[in-house]
């Protein structure tokens, strides 16, 4: 049997994606979901959870690419922040042989206090899983590794989201290049000792390796649930294999095989049990 978490990224970015998300996690369409504290909807978000009862399908979305920092140091720090005080991709640009360097001080200084303040805003939100991940896959960025997972250990985080190891790609030099990336991310990841699932992916992936994952896997499965003009709810992002897809279309396929016994939807809490 497959173990499966259907995680909504985004919970908070705005009223559309909040709203969506806690209307497919109610509907039993998505798993869990992770909080970007620092963006607007952030608050409603969290109320939205509690009235529902789903503040413990709530993990972490750290975010170091989008808005405004919650710090006052990084806004001045043209590594993250551009000159309106506002998060860049400064960190994760520069070619290749930059970003196998390690941050120097005075950066990972203040990624680190900006990483505690997320994490204390979560934490005093009233959120009780200890899991991360991060906006745009940045926890992963090779560079910030050290300082987030080391603040992350910090204040007792149990689970983290894995690189992307399951990807359907056209062109060879991607089939060639995600797998060696997850793996060379991973070992950098394990001596934290965080708990993450065998596999993370999308739809797209997930469909198309079905019949080859291992019966005992556990996989992370990123949708992006948002409301349509037309008020259909869909699932967005770079991670959909057609830019758009209808959330129920997901969903009906996850439950066809949970209704054979072959998936069982699990959470965070269970990954971290394991």
């Known amino acids: 049997m497959i173990r499966l978490i259907i995680n909504a990224d985004d919970y908070g970015m705005n009223p559309n994606c909040t709203k969506a998300i806690t209307e497919c996690m109610l509907k039993g369409w998505v798993t869990n979901t992770s909080l970007m504290v620092n963006m607007p909807s952030c608050e409603d978000a969290v109320e939205q959870a509690r009235q529902n009862g789903l503040l413990d399908r709530i993990g972490l979305h750290l975010n170091f690419t989008e808005g405004v920092p919650l710090t006052e140091r990084i806004r001045e720090n043209r590594e993250f922040c551009d000159?309106?005080?506002?998060?860049?991709?400064?960190?994760?640009?520069?070619?290749?042989?930059?970003?196998?360097?390690?941050?120097?001080?005075?950066?990972?200084?203040?990624?680190?206090?900006?990483?505690?303040?997320?994490?204390?805003?979560?934490?005093?939100?009233?959120?009780?899983?200890?899991?991360?991940?991060?906006?745009?896959?940045?926890?992963?960025?090779?560079?910030?590794?050290?300082?987030?997972?080391?603040?992350?250990?910090?204040?007792?985080?149990?689970?983290?989201?894995?690189?992307?190891?399951?990807?359907?790609?056209?062109?060879?030099?991607?089939?060639?290049?995600?797998?060696?990336?997850?793996?060379?991310?991973?070992?950098?990841?394990?001596?934290?000792?965080?708990?993450?699932?065998?596999?993370?992916?999308?739809?797209?992936?997930?469909?198309?390796?079905?019949?080859?994952?291992?019966?005992?896997?556990?996989?992370?499965?990123?949708?992006?649930?948002?409301?349509?003009?037309?008020?259909?709810?869909?699932?967005?992002?770079?991670?959909?294999d057609s830019g758009l897809r209808p959330m129920k279309e997901t969903s009906d396929f996850v439950d066809s095989h949970v209704e054979k016994g072959e998936i069982i939807k699990i959470s965070y809490k269970e990954i971290q049990s394991l």
């Not at 505690?116 to 009780?128: C, F, H, K, N, T």
């Open 83 to 240: 000159e309106n005080g506002e998060f860049n991709w400064g960190f994760r640009s520069g070619g290749f042989k930059k970003l196998l360097r390690s941050l120097d001080a005075a950066d990972a200084d203040v990624l680190a206090e900006e990483t505690e303040a997320q994490i204390r805003r979560y934490i005093d939100l009233g959120l009780p899983v200890r899991h991360f991940d991060a906006h745009h896959h940045s926890h992963l960025v090779y560079r910030v590794i050290p300082v987030v997972f080391g603040v992350a250990r910090k204040y007792g985080f149990k689970s983290v989201r894995r690189p992307v190891n399951v990807a359907v790609r056209k062109k060879l030099r991607s089939r060639i290049y995600y797998p060696i990336n997850a793996w060379w991310k991973t070992a950098k990841m394990r001596p934290y000792g965080f708990a993450f699932t065998d596999y993370m992916g999308a739809l797209a992936d997930f469909r198309a390796l079905y019949d080859t994952l291992k019966n005992s896997a556990t996989f992370d499965l990123m949708v992006h649930p948002m409301y349509l003009k037309n008020g259909g709810l869909d699932m967005s992002g770079e991670m959909s």
